[in-house]
């Protein structure tokens, strides 16, 4: 749960990878722009050293598949 009290998914990354900061996060400007009824939006994103966790809207009571297909 978030200080603002909203619930959010965490997605860490593999410290293993070869991808710059910087690069990193223009990738994750790009990402947060981008709208789309079949993707979770994202909300964020902290690196910190070789640590990087993204920060996803959480969908409650559904699987990724009831989700995309909108199955009532």
Do not use: P
């Not at 947060?32 to 050293?49: P, Q, R």
């Amino acid at each position: 749960q978030l200080k603002d009290g909203k619930i959010a998914a965490i997605k860490v990354l593999s410290a293993q990878s070869k991808q710059g900061v910087k690069e990193f996060l223009t990738e994750i400007g790009v990402i947060s722009e981008i709208e789309h009824d079949n993707l979770v939006k994202l909300c964020g994103c902290c690196v910190e050293g070789n640590h990087r966790i993204l920060v996803y809207n959480y969908l409650e009571n559904n699987s990724l598949s009831q989700s995309l297909i909108d199955i009532s």
